[in-house]
């Protein structure tokens, strides 16, 4: 075919086997460990593992992941994506394979607490580690040492929602000889294409958007396809963290509806936010699709779906809490994003800057402008948006 397909045939179609007749239409769950192996073809160890071998055995490679890595690169419009067993794992396999004693690593001072956390145990292995503003470019151009090699961000990042400018830090990157990788759990393929804007490898947490119905983890990262195919054997073979066949299968089914999934997010945490922009006691609404938003204009420039994600901070954070978890019925009090039903929950300040974050000074009191005391966090489902605020409405009342 001529034209490239869009995102909603691409969501379908990617990574289908050829039409056989007697073949099932879907690509089956093949939950094989190992496969027949040709001794022409493939060797034992992981080295000798060439880009185009067959299915040897599942730690390497299986047919459930190799149909969810094609569709995930073609969403992403990169060569080549690589799954993992979650978010986390596609991280830290990423950062661990790039990286060794005596290199520098930026990462964004506000993302994902797992990330930023793993970030602060990289001088163990005598990687050093900067962690900055990335919605400040100056901050970032001064970070870059001689021996940096990777900048990792995240946007929109959790969970304050700031956003980074990947086509400006890509820039950046690649003038001081490093590489970029963007987590683009919140923005999905369908708002953000990363890549396209100069990015060598975006991550995500397919656990959250990508699944989409809370019921599997997992992880990816997209990019050219040699970078990969070195992360498969360095990281994924190594570390072995590899994804459970049911767990691919289940997002693959996931990302076909992922183009109205983010569509109906983005409609309800848009009607969900401007709603709470009058609400009682509610001092601050973060949605990168409201003009209040201090980077509206970035996001207008950087995605196509402002996605299902809102912040917000109200009078007496901590009680409200309570009080939400008691009295909510159809929003969920619970950590994770990206289901099908609406969750929420509330980071406390001061419990995240100590914890997860480690900011002092300045950049504390950055992300104190943006959160308060306390954000809660909320991922709009795909409900009926009068539903779920008439359920916000009369838990929030006193
Ligand atoms: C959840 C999440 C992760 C970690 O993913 P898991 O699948 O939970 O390991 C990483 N980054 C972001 C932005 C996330 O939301």
Redesign the pocket.
């Known amino acids: 075919m001529g034209t490239p397909l869009k995102p909603a045939t691409t969501a379908v179609h990617a990574g289908l086997s050829e039409p056989r007749p007697g073949e099932p239409v879907l690509n089956p769950l093949v939950p094989a460990t190992s496969y027949y192996a040709d001794p022409d073809v493939i060797g034992f160890s992981a080295s000798d593992l060439g880009d185009d071998a067959p299915h040897f055995y599942a730690r390497w490679s299986h047919p459930s992941a190799a149909a969810l890595e094609q569709r995930l690169a073609r969403l992403d419009g990169g060569e080549a994506a690589l799954t993992f067993a ?4 596609a ?1 830290s396999g990423l950062v661990l394979h790039k990286l060794q004693a005596g290199d520098h690593f930026i990462v964004s001072n506000v ?2 607490a ?2 930023a956390e793993f970030a602060r145990t990289l001088p163990k292995y005598g990687i050093a580690v900067t962690a900055v503003d990335a919605s400040d470019l100056v901050s970032v151009a001064n970070a870059f040492r001689p021996e940096t090699k990777l900048v990792h961000i ?1 946007t929109p990042a ?1 969970p304050i929602l700031r956003l980074a400018d990947i086509a400006a830090i890509a820039q950046l990157a690649h003038a001081a000889g490093a590489e970029l990788s963007v ?1 683009s ?2 923005a999905t393929p369908i708002a953000t294409k990363p890549l396209e804007l100069g990015a060598d490898f975006v ?1 995500h ?4 958007y990508a699944c989409g119905h809370g019921d599997a ?3 990816a990262v997209i990019g050219r396809r040699g970078a990969i195919e070195a992360l498969r054997r360095d990281a994924l073979i190594h570390l072995g963290a590899v994804l459970n066949p049911f767990a691919a299968w289940l997002i693959s089914r996931g990302l076909e509806t992922l183009p109205q999934r983010m569509a109906a997010h983005a409609d309800n945490a848009r009607a969900i936010s401007t709603w709470l922009e009058t609400a009682p006691g509610v001092t601050r609404v973060i949605y990168p699709g409201l003009p209040s938003h201090p980077q509206h204009e970035l996001a207008q420039r950087q995605m196509k779906n402002f996605s299902g994600m809102l912040s917000f901070v109200i009078n007496d954070g901590e009680a409200v809490a309570r009080r939400l978890a008691r009295k909510l019925k159809l929003v969920a009090y619970a950590v ?2 990206g289901k099908t039903r609406s969750l929420i929950f509330h980071i406390p300040t001061d419990d995240l800057l100590r914890t997860s974050f480690a900011l002092e000074g300045r950049d504390a009191e950055a992300y104190r402008a943006w959160a308060g005391d306390g954000v809660f966090r909320l991922s709009a489902g795909i409900e009926d948006a009068g539903d779920i605020i008439a359920d916000l409405e009369q838990a929030l009342a006193p």
């Open positions: 979650s978010g986390m794992a991280v993302c994902y797992g990330v995240e959790n987590d759990t919140m991550v947490s397919l656990t959250k983890l997992g992880g994770s994003l």
